[in-house]
């Protein structure tokens, strides 16, 4: 049974383009990358990438949604 979307997980988890997916599975490979380098490689800029990706789409989701359905 497929569990059902509520305004709140809509909010945490907004829907993606398919740039913004290709963009954030880029930068996932490349902290894994990243990762095989050590525990001590430094991944806070990837990090804040898709962080930046994700408000974005955060903001695009509650624009449209305050715009009239046509």
């Not at 740039?19 to 490689?41: N, P």
């Not at 990090?47 to 789409?57: Q, T, Y």
């Not at 955060?58 to 949604?65: G, I, L, P």
């Amino acid at each position: 049974m497929a569990a059902k979307k509520t305004p709140e997980s809509d909010s945490q988890h907004p829907p993606l383009t398919a740039g913004e997916a290709t963009k954030i599975t880029w930068y996932i490979a490349r902290m894994a990358k990243r990762g095989l380098a050590g525990d001590t490689v430094y991944q806070g800029d990837l990090e804040r990438k898709i962080e930046r990706l994700i408000d974005g789409a955060r903001t695009r989701a509650e624009k449209n949604a305050k715009q009239p359905k046509k």
